[in-house]
């Protein structure tokens, strides 16, 4: 991997965000605000879950690289398990979030102009982050996802564009019988 491939990555992860966020910015607070009857998060506790994990990956490879460790180059079992997670994040089964990013840290009631600030502003901290790190850091095992375990820098934005779509197919389905604020 490298340092080029990675921000490309993001680049395509950032385009696929900005085409879900106009989207969603077509309907009213309440709509956003609105659960499902079946009892699942708003579309804004979504976003919210989806930023917090975003968040929280950043953190830790910021952490992580503050103590200077020995990183191990990516090797077929970093290609597989982000393999594994993608797949995973292509089942149709709903699955537990973890406690850092569920319903307990969920705000009840928020606005999408907040929510669409705060997200890009997590991507454009992503963005910077990535641009000043040394080029050796894209060839290790750097990031660890909760579940799938070590993999790249550009793996991990892979799992971010798989579990935005994953989550956008969510919000869109909760969001179709709202009439838009524009229409």
Request: charged share 25%; net charge positive.
């Amino acid at each position: 991997m490298s340092k080029t491939a990675t921000l490309q990555e993001l680049d395509r992860i950032d385009q696929a965000l900005q085409a879900h966020l106009n989207r969603w910015g077509q309907y009213t607070d309440d709509q956003l605000n609105k659960r499902p009857s079946d009892g699942g998060w708003s579309p804004l506790q979504v976003m919210h879950h989806l930023i917090l994990a975003e968040g929280g990956s950043l953190d830790y490879v910021k952490k992580k690289l503050s103590f200077q460790p020995q990183l191990s180059k990516l090797g077929a079992g970093d290609r597989l398990r982000a393999f594994m997670l993608k797949f995973y994040l292509s089942l149709p089964f709903k699955f537990k979030a973890p406690k850092v990013v569920g319903d307990e840290v969920l705000p009840e009631q928020t606005t999408f102009g907040e929510t669409n600030k705060q997200w890009l502003q997590i991507r454009a901290d992503l963005r910077a982050y990535l641009e000043e790190l040394p080029e050796e850091h894209f060839s290790k095992s750097l990031y660890k996802h909760p579940f799938a375990g070590r993999m790249s820098l550009k793996s991990m934005l892979q799992f971010f564009g798989s579990h935005v779509e994953r989550h956008a197919a969510q919000v869109d389905r909760s969001l179709k019988p709202a009439s838009r604020a524009n229409a």
